[in-house]
């Protein structure tokens, strides 16, 4: 938009505006407003690859504080703008082999963004945040357990095993043996069901001690009753 562009150059943008849609490098969108798109992508990404590394990560992460003052979509899909800019500002940072400030509270927004994620059924785009916060931050075991839930929703068993092992070296404990055991059910057609119950059974009553009701296994995702 005119006002974001603002934002990031830092001063008037009227004329350059201007010089740009008639040069047909940019133009408005269909949309009313004042909101202005390349006219092709091949131009987009020209632009944007001839920024210096430095810089790229700047701009991002002003975009970023400019999305969270002016939201202009619902809640979750602007959550998504933020993270995304400020993933893609520390990436650059990181290129540049620079510590990426934060990235901790990085780690936990992209974590939480995944969780809601999950929530509306969107395992696919909660894998990579997912992954993504465990590469900036693994020090949190519980979203190892996460991405091993998101790898079985979209029916990645092999990828979602890896992670509950992750998860239970890392200290996850009953949270990470429920998810195996729903690994357990869901490929192997012999699974024994009664020691499978008696694991979960075991798993439960442990996080019930602990007052955490979050680890426990989602039924109807197990294998085909028997």
């Not at 701009?59 to 504080?65: D, F, K, N, V």
């Not at 619902?74 to 959550?79: F, I, M, V």
């Not at 082999?97 to 909660?126: E, N």
């Amino acid at each position: 938009s005119r006002a974001a562009l603002g934002d990031l150059a830092g001063l008037e943008i009227d004329v350059a505006l201007e010089d740009a849609t008639g040069e047909e490098i940019l133009q408005p969108t269909r949309e009313a407003g004042e909101d202005y798109e390349f006219r092709h992508l091949l131009v987009r990404d020209a632009a944007y690859a001839a920024l210096a590394l430095p810089r790229r990560a700047e701009l991002h992460g002003r975009h970023a504080s400019w999305l969270e003052r002016s939201p202009r979509a619902p809640a979750l899909e602007s959550e998504a703008l933020v993270v995304y800019h400020l993933d893609q500002a520390a990436r650059a940072r990181e290129t540049l082999g620079d510590d990426v400030p934060d990235a901790a509270s990085l780690a936990a927004r992209s974590a939480r963004l995944a969780q809601a994620l999950l929530a509306r059924g969107d395992a696919a785009a909660a894998v990579p945040l997912l992954e993504r916060a465990r590469l900036l931050d693994g020090s949190d075991a519980l979203v190892a357990v996460e991405l091993g839930r998101a790898h079985l929703d979209v029916g990645d068993f092999a990828a979602a095993e890896a992670a509950f092992v992750v998860a239970a070296e890392d200290g996850a404990g009953e949270r990470a043996r429920l998810g195996l055991v729903d690994v357990r059910l869901r490929i192997d057609p012999d699974a024994d069901i009664a020691a499978a119950q008696s694991e979960i059974d075991e798993a439960r009553v442990a996080l019930e001690r602990r007052g955490d009701d979050q680890g426990e296994p989602r039924k109807q995702k197990h294998g085909p009753d028997r």
